[in-house]
């Protein structure tokens, strides 16, 4: 398999400097050498004397003494790189708004030195989530080990993946070799990250080249998912079968099984949508009379909050609708799935308002287990979204689940439902509102969230208590990566390719999405869904510029409104939830809103919070998981009163982890009570 | 001189450089990081260093001599020095270094400016120090010797 592998890995990475050796056997056994380093500081008499070291430790070295030069040239070279070596200390730029970008972007791991040993520089390098910090003058002997860096990035998103619950074979396979020995794993993390990096626009390239190993992932991109979403609308919901999407869809490459699969989850989404009727059309019309069909915007962003808040009553739908509007900034009309959207988020938000509450206490490590819950929960997510949820939750969730945690400090019931959206947002916010467009969502997730970074975090800027900080960004940013989710393969947790896994990564991430802007004022703004799934490009160009994602403190500020959310339920639902979404809202894109919507289930039963906040989130989680229990049990209250029933959904959710029923989900999303949507 | 000579001769010199603080065991490490692939990699580090040191004290000459002090600025410049000394292993440059970091700290402008002074003085000190050594190692190698190892025990 290494070989294979390894041949895929070199035959489609960008740069050839990596594994020099043709054969991936070769290049195995020579690991770590040829690794290819980047490493970038002002001083040239450092420069020179690392970069002859890490050519002394067989290193592949590209310096660089300058910041904007380094990312022009990771960018242009997305994997023309291993790890990157910067000084924190550099007249351009500072080291760790490098650092930042780098996590958000590229997700690789970052060694941060400096002459300056203090431990509050050391401190900001491990928030800002650098994966080391050397001390100079640098020695030798601490670069030859800076290797394990990447194999340990890798190794974590290849769990992640893992324990998304896709279990895709070649996750399986995958794994097997990979526990073969480190350095196959090595080659293996390599092509794989050269498969995650493969983005935005090869949905079927890993196909073919993983055909062997495994089930090649479809990505569902943004403009895909419109245009499945254009067809299905065109064929009618209850008419559109994979077979005739494909064809009016008319992409070369994809299969039946895609768009089954999809279709799958979206028809999981759709129905968390319209809870409880579950019709679709019901739902648009339910949904979209109170808001006017603002839901696209709204969907994201503010998903997760106003959908709280919509759910919890307090937002009336109206304000809901603007929010919407304003989040995405665009006329609410979406075609596609204007109701969806709303439904969505309140589910979500009731997901979210669990999670937090579960929380309630900052418990940023809370966060992080919970991620891996949710992570763990095979979303077979339906709706797309929840695959962006899940992506976010994924890259929450590695990264710190905090932001569960933190959300329900804040009142905000968002907050962990709000940074878990933010790092959706970056990709897209899927979570709140895209559930609707959960299609939609996913695949802007699948982008490079990254990019889009922080707009998909937008609605978590609204709300989010910021108490996510980065390290929820480097999961989406991540899963951009990951994007190859294979938005078909229900059970994979799509989200587990994001990079969430790298838990260096979402420390580097750091983006600093200030989610703690109270999320509900920003909702509209940040818009980290956008519902619709030309939301989703609005999206993407919003910023979230606040989040401060540090730590995964998506606190969505959705507190203000939906208070009421937040009490109920298993704060550590809601937190999962939240991450769940986050991740997979950020990632979107594909995946991760289904996995996360697994996790974001289990987590909670609190998804019956589906609290504006979170709603989103735990829409997304919900939808995910085709299988998602969770429908009835907490959707079910979407009212504000009682919007979470209580653990049975996290129960549920849990139980569904591991079953990742592909198509069969029976959505019971019932549970959800999407009533909450702002009617 | 014979190339034996001159060897010891290198050696000597080096050790005394060491016990004297004006080298430490980073110096050793560029040392090292010399081979037959980059044979003048050490003078090649050690000229960067100078050109770079030499720009770094006339901006902080420069910066000291305003009306109005730009103390940020001044430390930037420091730390820049400090992690160039200490990565070439001028020790004594470095520790001079941090104590003009404190002063900028403070935003003392009279210890500044004499840290300024020590900074320049343990500067030049070990320029003409390196100098000399490379010149002997140069010497060696003209004369068909290699340059010997030297074990500090370090």
């Keep these: 398999m290494n070989s294979s592998i390894g041949k895929a890995y070199v035959s489609t990475a960008s740069s050839s400097a990596g594994w020099k050796a043709g054969d991936a056997a070769a290049a195995a056994d020579q690991f770590p050498a040829g690794l290819r380093v980047l490493v970038v500081d002002d001083d040239p008499t450092c420069l020179m004397i690392l970069e002859k070291m890490l050519r002394t430790c067989l290193y592949d070295v590209t310096k660089c003494n300058r910041a904007e030069t380094a990312l022009l040239m990771l960018r242009e ?6 790890i990157v070596i910067s000084d924190v200390h550099m007249p351009d730029m500072d080291g760790f708004k490098l650092l930042e970008h780098i996590g958000l972007e590229m997700d690789l791991p970052v060694i941060m030195m400096s002459a300056d040993d203090g431990k509050h520089v050391v401190m900001k390098g491990v928030t800002h989530g650098a994966c080391d910090y050397l001390i100079k003058p640098v020695r030798i002997e601490a670069l030859k080990n800076i290797w394990q860096h990447v194999v340990r990035k890798r190794k974590n998103e290849w769990k992640d993946f893992e324990q998304s619950g896709s279990v895709e074979e070649g996750d399986r396979q995958l794994k097997q070799s990979d526990d073969a020995d480190y350095s196959s794993s090595a080659n293996e993390g390599s092509w794989k990250s050269s498969k995650r990096r493969k983005d935005d626009g090869d949905e079927t390239d890993e196909r073919d080249d993983t055909s062997t190993l495994k089930k090649p992932r479809v990505v569902w991109s943004v403009e895909l998912h419109q245009q499945f979403v254009a067809a299905v609308n065109q064929l009618g919901i209850d008419n559109a079968v994979p077979k005739k999407i494909l064809e009016l869809m008319n992409v070369p490459g994809l299969t039946r099984e895609n768009v089954a699969s999809h279709l799958q989850k979206y028809r999981l989404y759709l129905r968390r949508l319209s809870g409880v009727s579950q019709h679709q059309s019901n739902l648009n019309n339910s949904l979209m009379s109170p808001q006017g069909a603002t839901f696209g915007p709204l969907s994201s962003l503010n998903g997760l909050d106003l959908q709280t808040l919509a759910a919890t009553g307090q937002l009336p739908a109206q304000s809901l609708a603007t929010l919407q509007a304003v989040g995405l900034g665009r006329p609410t009309g979406k075609s596609g799935i204007p109701m969806p959207l709303v439904d969505q988020r309140n589910i979500f938000s009731f997901e979210n308002p669990k999670l937090r509450i579960g929380e309630g206490q900052q418990q940023h490590v809370n966060n992080n287990k919970q991620m891996n819950l949710l992570q763990g929960i095979p979303t077979t997510m339906e709706p797309k979204q929840l695959a962006g949820l899940h992506h976010t939750m994924q890259s929450m969730g590695n990264m710190n689940m905090q932001v569960a945690s933190h959300g329900s400090q804040n009142s905000q019931n968002n907050p962990l439902l709000m940074q878990i959206v933010q790092p959706q947002a970056r990709g897209q916010m899927i979570n709140d509102s895209s559930l609707s467009h959960a299609p939609r969502l996913l695949s802007p997730m699948g982008q490079p969230i990254l990019a889009n970074g922080i707009a998909a975090n937008v609605s978590t800027k609204n709300g989010i208590q910021e108490n996510i900080r980065a390290p929820s960004y480097n999961p989406v940013l991540q899963t951009s990566s990951m994007s190859n989710f294979p938005m078909n393969h229900t059970s994979e947790l799509p989200g587990n390719s994001f990079p969430l896994g790298s838990t260096s990564g979402i420390s580097s991430l750091t983006p600093k999405v200030a989610f703690q802007e109270d999320v509900n004022s920003d909702i509209k703004g940040s818009m980290g869904f956008m519902p619709g799934y030309d939301i989703f490009n609005d999206l993407n160009q919003h910023k979230p510029q606040n989040w401060e994602l540090q730590n995964i403190g998506m606190t969505f500020d959705v507190s203000q409104h939906s208070n009421i959310l937040q009490g109920n339920h298993n704060d550590s639902q809601s937190v999962l939830v939240q991450q769940g979404f986050s991740s997979s809202q950020v990632n979107g894109q594909n995946r991760s809103a289904s996995v996360i919507s697994k996790a974001m289930f289990s987590v909670g039963d609190g998804t019956g919070h589906v609290n504006a906040q979170n709603g989103n989130q735990h829409l997304n989680t919900l939808l995910v998981d085709g299988t998602v229990r969770v429908k009835s049990e907490t959707v079910a209250d979407a009212t504000p009163t009682n919007l979470y029933p209580g653990d ?7 139980k569904q982890q591991d079953v990742i029923a592909p198509a069969e989900h029976e959505f019971h999303f019932d549970g959800y009570s999407l009533h909450n949507i702002p009617e | 001189m014979e190339v034996g000579q001159m060897q010891r001769r290198l050696v000597d010199y080096t050790k005394t450089l060491f016990m004297e603080g004006f ?7 560029l040392q090292q990081l010399q081979d037959e692939n980059n044979p003048d990699f050490v003078v090649e580090v050690v000229s960067l260093f100078f050109d770079d040191s030499e720009k770094l004290l006339n901006n902080l000459s420069m910066a000291l001599d305003q009306p109005n002090v730009d103390f940020k600025k001044v430390d930037a410049h420091v730390h820049q020095l400090k992690g160039s000394s200490s990565s070439i292993g001028a020790q004594r440059v470095k520790n001079a270094c941090i104590a003009f970091r404190n002063f900028c700290e403070e935003q003392n402008i009279d210890a500044t400016l004499r840290c300024l002074q020590q900074v ?35």
């Design chain 2, 23 to 29: 080298l430490d065991a980073q110096f050793l490490q």
């Design chain 2, 120 to 154: 320049k003085h343990e500067y030049y000190l070990v320029k003409n120090k390196l100098e000399t050594l490379l010149r002997l190692e140069q010497q060696i190698v003209a004369a068909g010797g290699s340059i010997p190892m030297i074990d500090m025990g370090f």
């Design chain 1, 77 to 82: 070279n997305k994997n023309g790189f291993d």
């Design chain 1, 648 to 654: 049975d959904l996290m129960s549920a959710l849990l």
